[in-house]
């Protein structure tokens, strides 16, 4: 990433302006876009894509795939299966783009959007649904997958990023080895637009900063916080803030995967190597509702989401795989297969999913059980057992 | 004389309470257009506009802060906190600063600040959406502390909370916006905003609760009454101050006492309580007052919640062992 | 056998858990080269470096928010919170961060932050400074909250806290940093960390305090010889949980107890206690639990600390009233 | 102020340097100054102090003044006579500068060191003292001068500000109404660059942005946070900080009383217009302790003090009065006896002051009395009056 002042952002990229929806105000902007809306591969003077055709196509299966995974979550949900849904609808590229740019030992702090990267890190769809269906906080264990707990306070992880970030420099594992080929570790923190107006998020920008932590702050800047638009969080564009910090920042075509792998893959690279934080923001658009209890007619027009869906992150790789990589039917129709399996495993373990049993969960409050809470699971455990065989 | 539901109480509150002083104003996440995630606000900022009614960005910290400021200028903010779990970033600024500012200017400015927190479990939702933090301001010398637990209380003690030259942290009960009740507008606010209310009164027992565990506390009373048992059921309304005159009569007359809140036990609002009224009852209590809460644990995810909160039942076992003690 | 202030027992526990776990990491404001204002990391960085003792940004949430990174990275994260009036822009990520994590992740991911907290009044600081917040933090389902009283009990209970694997809010009494005990190092750490100590045997009446209280009630107890009582202390050291088993034999033992502490009255530890002891000892008291804290406001202007702190001829009011009963 | 980028801070300084300590890390970085340590006035392309020697010899009486008030506060907490006494040596430029750039309407919102602002505000330096003493928390009313309470809990105060500046924006009171020859009004919220770190002064920037209110946040960055430089809150200068919120940012010589003046007005007339906010750096040093409680030995060392010495705020103003306008001794002379009125005028007022009453403070927790704190009340004053009369 080149710096004209040091430690201030690059304003140097390529003259592709964001979209700007028919009713938004704000003006346009520049990104880094490397795939069009049309599937016409573009160059950028500061990012390249250097992957192949099958890497392509890779993550037009997971985009697929995600995209499958969530609508059958929302169906789940809309049948009583979920207490609610947050949908990653139209986030697909910014999603895949930033996870597929992760190395192994890379760390990820998620929202509780982040259904796409989950996938990327190897975690089972079926353990996002629990959250949402109400038997746990996260069952996966955030240290199989190096893919951290969803966390719905908004902000709060881009801390936790930051200080995981500030162990991996601790231990050591900063600054690539190139004797023994190894690239040392980064952290991820995802976040939303309205998230970047929490306290926590900016002191995680002064504690990256200052410490030179190796995390990227990967924004999905999808333009709206529930009903809030962009301009509620800030009058000027998103990737800006980070120059305040001593840090670069980059706005790039959200609903790109090729940009989006190429842009977080230089910043996750700048990390790993020791040269401290980088702003991401994608610039993207939430198609769907907030979450399945939102009602979006209440604060947006529908002329938005049509303009947006001419952006489609999916279908502009379609169409270059189509028309550029000579792919053909037989390849979308195996995703499509895949995606129905998938989505009926997904349906199937929902369904079976085993209730959970509150006396269970007296023991996780403490790793050390406190004498009283043992005494109220005891107490409780009695009571509930005394309507046994009720009915 | 219409029926109106919990949430349309409060929204006919805040729309009276502007009406009547131009200095109110309200401001919070996602209050404008969307009217608030349970739409209490609905159809306020149509009407008084977006200066007056104030879509924050996403920080309560600041929705406090600057609540604080537009104070100092005369106005009075009435602030929702969008969810219980979501109040904490702006504690700081609520304990430091609101609950203080009397005491440090040494009365001469004043806070009349509202922080509605929708409250409680019950709806399903994820975590972080379903607490009961109410000893974690109740405790806090300068703040007062009210909850309302039906649709005409909630009409009129939001009015008195923005009237009161006080700051009020304003608990609703969120599983009850929709539990409905005839509201007579014209009646006027008659009962005060700091007092107990006898709900149903009684011989054997008394349950002490609020906001969302007054339904539950009348239903158990009736249940109870197959037992043979004449409960008496007080709604607190007001947990900071406590109305003490009121659960002491209470107390003096009925000689056992459960309290029944959702929050976990240990230092709830039971355990105020239960101090205060054995210190003063002493000699008049035929069992010591029981307590049946929400546990020691963090809030369960939703499938359990049913089991964790205070229902009819578990009030009853309550009951069941204030009598027997 | 060395004479060492309660301050320097913290500085060494911490000293000797840094050299027993190269893991141990301390973190917060003005800790290295200054030491913390009240000195008590003085020579852990020029010992330890820079990356394990970490000056911070002047940002509280910063610091546990960043410690629950590291937390979560494999490092015991001690967070130093330079006064007990600026732990609230932290109070976000220790309410629902910090004491969540265990639950949420159903016992896979641990919270080993000792955060430490200089707390309490009399030491004639301007506001801010004095504050006795242990019931925000007790009322926090996984939180453990404890609260050292003497030097030798502070080397050892910080290390005790910084192996605990649940998160611990570790309150130090800054007026007692200067008070000075024999310490034994040899001897090992044998009394639990969770553990209410008899400091000394009575039999008329019981006094349950900790921090700075601790001494104050000591000194309470020989007074109280003159008037031909014999009181019994009990120093309670872990404020949540509470150790329920020796509180309760201790009033079962003398049939009356006060609660001491600074902490305002209403919803401080001695209403818990109170609630608790009623509910188990009921048919052994002989008066109700009382109590003698701080008063229902903000802490005063240090000229006044003196009036408004428990003090001796307080505690000693409290038990006559509770003698007298 | 102009603006190359629309939001985005200006980087056309004069080519003047903001001095670095000896022992200071950080790079040079320009700043605005009208007035040179050596007491020769240069000029700048964006501001322009215009005042005449008059107000210049009013400034270095307000300097002067606000430097013995500090000197006999500290002497008086050495003597017993106040528990804490937080000095404002070095700064009295940055804060008179400041202060006399303020309108009758405009309102302050302080730290806890703004001693000199309090001063222009015209509020009775021995008010000053009560806090720091333990008798009140600030004894002054902020409506009488509009100057709000000393906020000791670090930043919360730029919030304050900015919702005061959201207030004046709701009366109307922004905007100037030029056939009434009104200004509209401002609010001016202090801070240091300690504090820049904290959440809520960066949630005060976006409130600010956000709602283009009409304040000015004023940092005076004197190097240090107690014993943290500046290097542990920052990697870039402070005033950067802004441009990422999409206000502008200056940095101006904090030690330099004509261009904070101009620059403070400049930044107001902005605010008052109807402009929204800007982040005014004022780039001084702390040459005190940075309270009587601490010991700066331990942390910093005494060359950077010397060199320091050379930047003082009111020997360069003395330098220029002598120098180029004509200013003879009589002037400084009478101001010093002044001073020592002054002093005395504390010193006497400081020991007279009546211990409060702690009876009296039960009223003030609440302005309707709760119940309970009558009785506790009742009690207390009960048990008090049981030791009257006893030595
Ligand atoms: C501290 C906090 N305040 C409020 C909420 C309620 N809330 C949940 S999501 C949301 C909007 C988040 O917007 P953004 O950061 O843009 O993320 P997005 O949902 O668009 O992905 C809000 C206000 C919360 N979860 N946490
Ligand atoms: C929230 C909070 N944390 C910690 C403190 C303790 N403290 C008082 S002053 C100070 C340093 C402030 O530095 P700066 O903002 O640069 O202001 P300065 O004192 O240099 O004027 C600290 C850490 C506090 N008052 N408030
Ligand atoms: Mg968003
Ligand atoms: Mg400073």
Redesign the interface.
Known sequence: MSESVP??APEVFAPVKAPVSPTQASEEVEFVQLLTPEGERVEHPDYSFDLDDEAVKGFYRDMTLVRRIDTEATALQRQGEL??WASLLGQEAAQIGSGRALNKKDMV?PT?REHGVAWCQGVDPLNLL??????????W???DNNF??Y????G?Q??????????????GAVGGDPDNDTDGEA?IAYFGD??S????V???F??A??F?APVVFFCQNNQW????PI??????PLY???????FP?VRVDGNDVLATYAVTQQALKRAREGSGPTLVEAYTYRMGAHTT???PT??RLSEDLEYWKLKDPIERVKAYLTRSAGVDSDFFDAIEAEADGIAARLREGCLSMP????TD????????Q????AE?KAQ?AA??AS?EGEN | MAKISLGKGINMGLRAAMENDPKVLIMG??I????G?FRVTEGLQKDFGEDRVI?????E??IIGTAVGLALRGYRPVCEIQFD??VF?AYDQIINQVAKMHYRSMGKLKMPIVIRIPFGGGI?????HSESPETLFAHVAGLKVVACGDPVDAYWMIQQAIASDDPVVFFEPKRRYHEKAELDESAGATYPLYKAKVVREGTDATLFCYGPMVKTCLQAAEAALEDGRNLEVVDLRTIAPLDLATIFESVKKTRRAVVVHEAP??LGTGSELAARVTEECFYHLEAPVLRVAG????Y??????E??LPDL??VL?GVDRVMEY
């Not at chain 1, 966390?151 to 908004?154: A, G, K, Q």
């Not at chain 1, 406190?370 to 809470?373: F, H, K, R």
């Not at chain 2, 546990?295 to 963090?298: I, N, S, V």
């Open positions: 430690g201030i207490g609610i702090f509780y629990g959250l949402f269906r109400g038997v746990d906080q996260g069952a264990d955030p240290r951290h707990l966390t719905i306070v908004i709060a881009t801390l936790h990023a930051t200080g995981y970030a500030m162990g991996q420099q601790r231990d952290t309205g998230a107006s929490q306290g926590d900016n002191e995680a002064i504690y900063s200052v030179n916080a529930i009903s809030e301009d509620r969080q800030t009058r000027i800006q803030r980070a120059a305040g910090f001593g920042g209890s939102d009602d209440k604060y209730d959970p049993t509150l969960f007296f023991d996780h409050a403490y790793v050390e406190t004498p009283q809470l109220q409780y009571y509930a309507f | 996440e996602d404008g257009k969307l009217g995630v879509d924050t960005p996403l920080a910290s600041g779990g979501f970033p399903g939702a994820v975590e972080h036990l240990s546990f020691d644990t963090p369960p995810p939703s499938r359990m919640e089991e964790y039942d578990r076992e």
